[in-house]
């Protein structure tokens, strides 16, 4: 167990790193829908928006999912602790489906620009905000 807290340093940096691309990618949304008349603009935000997702957000997603699997396998006893394990990994899980959301929209932005209105992308943005909040309260606080 001398490692278990390096691999939860890593899995912390994984887990920030992850949380940065689901910040920023729908701000870009925001952008590329606000200018979507503007080829040469839409132009230079897809390329940003798919090696935001493809070379940060999709490797620090794994590399925190395998952290934290790898870290609940050295500490099994971690789930009769409470219900707060339980209630994270819910929600790690809902970060999981808005991370896969956030390549659909990007997918389909490419060829429809007007997909959505802005108000709507500044919303969506809030999602992950929550999520982590949730995550965090559950890991520190431990509240059940």
């Known amino acids: 167990m001398a490692y278990y807290n390096w691999i939860l340093a890593f899995h912390v940096m994984s887990f920030v790193s992850w949380m940065a691309m689901l910040f ?3 701000r870009l949304f925001i952008y590329h829908r606000e200018n979507a008349d503007t080829k040469a603009f839409t132009d230079v935000v897809e390329v940003q928006e798919y090696k ?3 070379y940060i957000g ?4 794994w590399a925190t999912i395998l952290s934290g699997g790898t870290m609940l396998y050295l500490n099994s006893g971690i789930f009769s602790s409470g219900g707060w394990m339980h209630v994270k990994l819910f929600l790690v899980a809902l970060l999981i489906a808005y991370h896969f959301s956030l ?7 490419i060829d ?9 992308l500044r919303v969506y943005n809030e999602v992950p905000t929550l999520l982590m909040i949730g995550i965090v309260i559950m890991v520190v606080v431990k509240p059940f």
Do not use: C, D, G, T
């Open 58 to 61: 999709v490797p620090a997603m």
């Open 112 to 120: 429809n620009p007007h997909f959505k209105s802005s108000k709507w």
């Open 24 to 26: 920023y990618l729908p």
């Open 52 to 54: 935001l997702m493809k």
């Open 103 to 109: 390549e659909k929209i990007r997918q389909i932005m």
